[in-house]
């Protein structure tokens, strides 16, 4: 089946780091569009950062810029969000998107999430 998983939250400090996995599943990463979302309770949806097609393009919310990275392992099939500097406003469940033709026809799949908290 083709799917993404998400892992990696918990509960950190302020200023301090996490890494986010996102794990797929019955279609390839580096020829999808993978994206990072996050939603805090009573917020909108919020595009937090993605990496996209076989040159691995990325791209950042002005908020991610210069303190989260997204990369990705080609062999693990994986996309992980670098989290570091984190402050009580990242606190949010962090969803993983993939975009992918593999069916031949356009597929989005959502993971279900992972929490993150940030807080002394």
């Known amino acids: 089946q083709r799917q993404v998983v998400e892992s990696g939250g918990g509960l950190v400090q302020p200023g301090g780091s996490l890494r986010l996995s996102c794990a797929a599943s019955g279609f390839t990463v580096s020829n999808s569009v993978m994206t990072w979302y996050r939603q805090a309770p009573g917020k909108e949806r919020e595009l937090v950062a993605s990496i996209t097609g076989p040159g691995g393009r990325t791209n950042y919310a002005d908020s991610a810029k210069g303190r989260f990275t997204v990369s990705r392992d080609t062999a693990k099939n994986t996309v992980y969000l670098e989290m570091n500097s984190l402050k009580p406003e990242d606190t949010a469940v962090y969803l993983c998107?993939?975009?992918?033709?593999?069916?031949?026809?356009?597929?989005?799949?959502w993971g279900q999430g992972t929490q993150v908290t940030v807080s002394s």
């Open positions: 998107k993939a975009v992918t033709s593999a069916t031949g026809w356009a597929l989005v799949l």
